[in-house]
C-alpha cells in the first residue's frame, strides 16, 4: 500500500472513530409532561399547582429531558380531553403521547399524615404504561421549596435510571410495515391519493415528508396510489389529505429539540363521507433543526399511517 492509500485510510478510521464517539456523546432526550400535583388537604390549596412549578422549572435544567410546552397541556383540559391533575392514571398515558409527544408523565399528590408533609410523584411511560414511583417527607413546617427541589432530583435520578421500562424500544420501519402489511393482507384496498401540506414556523419547507411518508406506508400496504398532481386524482377512491407543521422546542447543548404535529382525515371521494380522522404530536432531536423537523412528520406520519390505513381498509 504506497504512502496516500494509507493516509486516505488512516483518515477515514479517524472520521469513523470521532463519529462513533460524537454520537456516543449526544443524550438520549426524554420529552416529558407534567400534571399539576393533587392536594388532599383542604388547606393546601393551590399548593398543587407551586409543586408541578418547581418540579417544572428544575427538570428544566436536566440536559436529558425535554418538557412539554404547559400551554400544548392547557389545549388538551379545554378540548375536555382530560384536567390538568395527578390523576392521571397508565391507561390514559398512550392518548397523552399521542397528542403531546411526551413519551413521559409525571403527576402527583401531595398530604399531611400526623405532622408530616409528603410529596409522591408517579412517573408513567405514555409508550409502556411502565409506572414508577418517587417520594420525600417533611416535618408540615419545612419549607415546600425545599421539599419539591429534592422530589425533582429523586424524578431525574428515576428517569435516568429506568428509563428504558419507561420508554419503549425502537422498532425499525421494516418491522413497522411487514405487521402493518400483514394485518391488511387479506382486506380489499380501495385507491388513495394523498395531499398533505407542511410548514414550519420561520423557516421554508423544503420537502413534504409528512406526505411522502404516508405514500410510502399506503404503497407498501398494498393500496394503489394515485399522484395527487395528476388529473387521476379525483378517480381515486379515497383522499387523505392533512396538515403539518413543526417549531422549534429546545435546545440542550448541541442537540436541537423540535415539536412537530400532524393532522390527517380520509375522505371517500364519491361520497363525501369522512372515514377516519386523526392527529399526532412528535418531539424529536438531532443536531440539526431542519433534519429533527423533517425526522419529526415522518414518524408522526408513520404513526398515523398505522392506524388511519386499516380505517380506510374497512370502510
Same mark, same amino acid.
Given at each position: 500500500?504506497?504512502?496516500?492509500?494509507m493516509?486516505?485510510?488512516?483518515l477515514?478510521?479517524?472520521?469513523?472513530?470521532a !463519529?462513533?464517539?460524537?454520537?456516543?456523546?449526544?443524550?438520549?432526550?426524554y420529552?416529558?409532561?407534567?400534571?399539576?400535583?393533587?392536594e388532599?388537604?383542604?388547606h393546601m390549596?393551590?399548593?398543587?399547582e407551586?409543586?408541578?412549578?418547581?418540579?417544572?422549572a428544575?427538570l428544566?435544567?436536566?440536559p436529558t429531558?425535554?418538557?412539554?410546552?404547559?400551554?400544548?397541556?392547557?389545549?388538551?383540559?379545554?378540548e375536555?380531553?382530560l384536567?390538568?391533575?395527578?390523576?392521571?392514571?397508565?391507561?390514559?398515558? *398512550? !392518548?397523552?403521547?399521542?397528542? %403531546?409527544?411526551?413519551?413521559?408523565?409525571?403527576t402527583?399528590?401531595?398530604? /399531611?399524615?400526623?405532622?408530616?408533609? +409528603?410529596?409522591v410523584a408517579?412517573?408513567?411511560g405514555t409508550e409502556?404504561?411502565?409506572v414508577?414511583?418517587?417520594?420525600?417527607?417533611?416535618? =408540615?413546617?419545612?419549607?415546600i421549596?425545599?421539599?419539591?427541589e429534592a422530589?425533582s432530583?429523586?424524578?431525574?435520578? %428515576?428517569?435516568?435510571?429506568?428509563?428504558?421500562?419507561?420508554?419503549?424500544?425502537?422498532?425499525n420501519?421494516?418491522d413497522?410495515?411487514?405487521?402493518?402489511?400483514?394485518?391488511?393482507?387479506?382486506t380489499?384496498?380501495?385507491s388513495?391519493?394523498?395531499?398533505? =401540506?407542511?410548514?414550519?414556523? *420561520?423557516?421554508?419547507?423544503t420537502?413534504?415528508?409528512? /406526505?411522502t411518508?404516508? +405514500?410510502?406506508?399506503s %404503497?407498501?400496504?398494498?393500496?394503489?396510489?394515485i399522484?395527487?398532481?395528476?388529473?387521476k386524482?379525483?378517480?381515486?377512491?379515497?383522499? +387523505?389529505?392533512?396538515?403539518?407543521?413543526?417549531e422549534?422546542?429546545?435546545?440542550?447543548?448541541? +442537540?436541537?429539540?423540535?415539536?412537530?404535529?400532524?393532522?390527517?382525515?380520509?375522505i $371517500?371521494?364519491?361520497t363525501k363521507?369522512?372515514?377516519?380522522? $386523526?392527529? !399526532?404530536t412528535?418531539?424529536e432531536?438531532?443536531?440539526s433543526?431542519?433534519i429533527?423537523s423533517?425526522?419529526?412528520?415522518?414518524?408522526?406520519?408513520?404513526r398515523?399511517?398505522?392506524?388511519?390505513l386499516?380505517?380506510?381498509?374497512?370502510r
Open positions: 500500500m504506497n504512502n496516500m492509500a493516509m486516505i485510510a488512516a477515514t478510521l479517524l472520521l469513523v472513530a !463519529q462513533s464517539s460524537f454520537a456516543n456523546q449526544a443524550p438520549a432526550v420529552p416529558t409532561a407534567i400534571f399539576d400535583f393533587v388532599k388537604s383542604g390549596s393551590g399548593m398543587g407551586k409543586v408541578s412549578d418547581i418540579v417544572f428544575n428544566a435544567m436536566d429531558i425535554t418538557l412539554v410546552d404547559r400551554e400544548e397541556m392547557e389545549k388538551l383540559q379545554d375536555a380531553v384536567n390538568l391533575s395527578g390523576m392521571v392514571n397508565a391507561q390514559q398515558a *398512550n !392518548q397523552i403521547g399521542m397528542l %403531546t409527544g411526551a413519551r413521559i408523565i409525571v402527583g399528590t401531595i398530604f /399531611e399524615i400526623e405532622d408530616k408533609l +409528603i410529596l408517579k412517573i408513567i409502556t404504561s411502565r414508577f414511583g418517587a417520594t420525600v417527607k417533611g416535618d =408540615s413546617k419545612d419549607s421549596v425545599d421539599l419539591s422530589l432530583a429523586r424524578i431525574a435520578a %428515576t428517569i435516568s435510571s429506568s428509563a428504558e421500562s419507561l420508554v419503549a424500544k425502537p422498532v420501519k421494516e413497522r410495515l411487514a405487521a402493518l402489511v400483514k394485518k391488511l393482507e387479506s380489499e384496498k380501495p388513495v391519493t394523498v395531499a398533505i =401540506s407542511e410548514h414550519h414556523v *420561520n423557516r421554508k419547507t420537502d413534504p415528508a409528512a /406526505e411518508e404516508m +405514500i410510502l406506508y %404503497t407498501e400496504a398494498g393500496f394503489e396510489v399522484d395527487n398532481l395528476s388529473d386524482a379525483r378517480t381515486a377512491d379515497v383522499l +387523505i389529505s392533512g396538515e403539518g407543521f413543526t422549534f422546542a429546545t435546545r440542550k447543548g448541541d +442537540i436541537v429539540g423540535v415539536k412537530a404535529r400532524l393532522e390527517v382525515k380520509a $371517500d371521494q364519491q363521507k369522512i372515514i377516519a380522522v $386523526d392527529r !399526532q412528535v418531539i432531536v438531532d443536531l433543526e431542519i429533527a423533517k425526522k419529526a412528520l415522518e414518524r408522526a406520519s408513520a398515523i399511517a398505522e392506524r388511519i386499516p380505517k380506510i381498509a374497512s
